[in-house]
């Protein structure tokens, strides 16, 4: 048995141009309060970059997973309070509680102590909601990966086989695991998600999640006996594992997205849940209506909500308290049953309670940061927030940490947008997609949003990607060249313009205009960006509108298909386990790149709109690489970056930035890596094992 394995429009004020123009004379600050890279700096025995732009990076680490048996902790400890409670009688023995196969931590600088309160920022909805996950929630994956995010390392599960077809995935879980109520982890919570709620019409549309399929067919969950459990694929899926390692996946954990995760808690939710409770559907159809509730499935999903629902049972390292509906702050505290252990047996979490305090917005949590109000921070804190956070760090009792993305930020377009038949028939045009590209210059808007820390690029990964395609892909069409735009413009018939210089409309109703959507994403202003650019597409004679809006705003208008253009991740860290950022079929603002387009690829061809040729090369490769091993897989990937590129179905504007890449610790917290794989597919900085954590 394998333990592992590697396998819409406004102007920007007088203020906001000032914050712009600060921003882009703060780098001098970084200068003098953060080390610098030297000219010569060389990337490390791993591969990974040692610098971001001009700033050095620490060094890449974590803790490690022991798999070696000789080695797991014979006797077992836990926290004061919790030996009290098994005193009294109020809670088994901690051998009792973390089973016969406890997750075993080696901590990266050495054993914690118990005790204390870790304080951080509660900021924004969903952003809120993910960045509670990313810290508190585990990983909660059955497995995960290791601090370099190159290697599958086992979590919930022990271990796994794969058949020689590669069809065949059986995964051996811990033997003992308990959710935070105590009751039993088995394979029943696995096939309770897969039976009950991924195939249940009402609570999930079957065959949706590109996790569960492969060649378009569906892959079937079997259970083999209480702690073993079979994914069955209808074609090669080498890539199974991995998609169980990551907890950004549909079977990456049970937390975060509503009626997904790979199990559930049984024990808990079939009382909610018409084919298990007591009195059938008439039963859940009364307590979703004494509930407040229109049917018994937004019930069952309000259940589900781990951030709000302390009573939903967690496999994590802590267990929610208080819910982050609360207007003021979300708690989370140690889980009795927590199954992780460091090399000495004391059962983990150090820590014992995550307060997270509501900020009303981001200016606010970078003051507190500098106060010291807060022992750990990231994800929120944008990179116009560094200079200051630098010059703070004695005062307020914390360090910076830096850690660059391996993807890209940019614009996605919606090259699916119908609302006004001409402007989508241009963004299906790839010259005119080229032509935007190149009229961006990307070193204003690296200098000014990103105080220069990331690389001028296409929709390119970072050079130390698996799948990065080459060094001369960096730059395709996405460097500054007016004159080749134009040109381009010109090309494709948009040579009529008005006094002003604006291109007009082929269909002779007026000036041709495109429309941004503004959102704060990413640690990035998406309205003062977009103002930017609107300044850089005047001199190549394109008009852009810039609509500031709100981020649930912007997702529901992109979900109807009515969004033209928004900030957004455009590369990926992993062509096949993150794929929204270069083909259809992703969620949230991803989703902007063609949503009928998902919808057919997804429905096998019954729903949506078929993609225009190009397009569908690119998601015919995916598929492909999907079902091959490496090398041929690698290579593929590197394909589909060449024609993603080569086509600007993305404009990609910086690479390896620091977007969610800043975050700060207080000097009193221990075990906290210099640096970390900043990765969506491992949730960073979950990838920091928090739960090792302590206070010295």
């Not at 890449?60 to 926290?79: H, M, N, R, Y």
């Not at 038949?421 to 990103?450: C, K, M």
């Not at 060249?481 to 007026?510: E, F, H, M, V």
């Amino acid at each position: 048995m394998n333990v592992h394995r590697q396998s819409h429009a406004r102007r920007i004020s007088r203020r906001e141009l000032l914050k712009i123009s600060a921003a882009a004379s703060a780098a001098s600050l970084l200068v003098a309060c953060f080390p610098q890279a030297t000219p010569s700096a060389s990337p490390g025995a791993s591969g990974t970059p040692q610098t971001a732009g001009k700033y050095a990076l620490g060094k890449l680490g974590g803790p490690e997973v022991i798999t070696d048996a000789s080695k797991f902790p014979k006797t077992f400890k836990e926290a004061p309070e919790l030996a009290a409670l098994v005193q009294q009688g109020k809670l088994p023995p901690v051998a009792d509680r973390i089973g016969q196969d406890p997750i075993v931590l080696k901590p990266l600088e050495g054993i914690g102590k118990y005790g204390g309160t870790l304080r951080k920022a509660l900021f924004g909805g969903v952003t809120a909601e993910l960045t509670a996950y990313k810290f508190g929630v585990g990983p909660s994956s059955l497995f995960y990966w290791d601090p370099t995010r190159t290697k599958v390392v086992p979590n919930l599960a022990l271990g796994y086989e794969e058949s020689a077809d590669g069809k065949t995935l059986t995964v051996h879980l811990r033997r003992g695991l308990r959710w935070n109520d105590g009751e039993p982890f088995t394979a029943d919570d696995i096939m309770f998600w897969f039976e009950d709620i991924y195939q249940n019409k009402q609570l999930y549309t079957p065959g949706t999640s590109t996790d569960l399929l492969i060649a378009g067919k569906p892959v079937a969950i079997e259970k083999v006996d209480q702690y073993t459990v079979r994914y069955v694929s209808p074609e090669r899926n080498s890539l199974m594992i991995q998609r169980l390692a990551s907890p950004l996946s549909d079977v990456g954990g049970n937390t975060f997205r509503v009626a997904r995760g790979g199990y559930q808690p049984k024990h808990y939710l079939m009382k909610f849940h018409p084919k298990y409770a007591a009195g059938g559907q008439a039963a859940v159809d009364k307590m979703a209506t004494d509930a407040k509730f229109n049917g018994w499935v937004p019930f069952f999903q309000d259940r589900v909500t781990w951030q709000n629902n302390p009573d939903y049972p967690l496999m994590s390292p802590w267990k929610v308290t208080v819910p982050m509906n609360n207007p003021t702050q979300f708690v989370m505290e140690r889980n009795p049953y927590s199954p992780w252990v460091d090399t000495d047996g004391n059962q983990l979490p150090y820590i014992g309670k995550l307060q997270y305090t509501a900020a009303d917005n981001l200016e606010v949590v970078a003051t507190r940061a500098v106060a010291g109000e807060y022992d750990f921070q990231e994800n929120i804190l944008g990179v116009d927030k560094l200079p200051v956070l630098i010059d703070g760090q004695t005062r307020g009792g914390y360090k910076v940490y830096l850690d660059p993305e391996q993807g890209a930020i940019g614009i996605m377009i919606n090259l699916a947008y119908e609302d006004d038949p001409e402007i989508g028939e241009w963004y299906r045009n790839v010259d005119f997609r080229r032509a935007l590209s190149l009229g961006i210059d990307r070193s204003q808007i690296n200098e000014t949003f990103f105080l220069g820390t990331g690389i001028l690029s296409s929709s390119a990964p970072s050079d130390d990607n698996l799948y990065f395609p080459g060094k001369e892909w960096r730059t395709k069409w996405a460097t500054l060249d007016i004159a080749q735009a134009n040109q381009l413009l010109d090309k494709i018939g948009l040579t009529q313009k008005d006094s002003d210089g604006y291109r007009l409309r082929k269909d002779g109703k007026g000036r041709l205009r495109l429309a941004f959507t503004g959102v704060a994403r990413l640690g990035v202003d998406g309205a003062q960006l977009g103002e930017m650019v609107k300044q850089h597409w005047q001199k190549i004679g394109i008009q852009l509108d810039v609509d500031n809006v709100a981020s649930a705003l912007a997702q529901q208008r992109i979900a109807a298909n009515q969004t033209q253009m928004v900030l957004n991740a455009v590369a990926t860290e992993d062509v096949y386990l993150f794929t929204g950022t270069l083909t259809p079929g992703g969620g949230g603002f991803s989703a902007i790149i063609g949503v009928p387009y998902g919808q057919w690829l997804t429905s096998g061809g019954k729903q949506g709109k078929e993609p225009f040729p190009a397009l569908k090369q690119a998601m015919d490769l995916l598929e492909k690489g999907k079902t091959q091993s490496d090398p041929e897989r690698t290579e593929t990937a590197k394909e589909l970056f060449r024609q993603h590129i080569d086509n600007v179905f993305t404009i990609g504007i910086v690479s390896a930035d620091l977007n969610q890449g800043v975050r700060i610790a207080k000097t009193t917290l221990g075990n906290v890596p210099a640096r970390i794989v900043n990765s969506n597919l491992a949730q960073s900085p979950v990838n920091a094992s928090p739960q090792t954590f302590y206070f010295k």
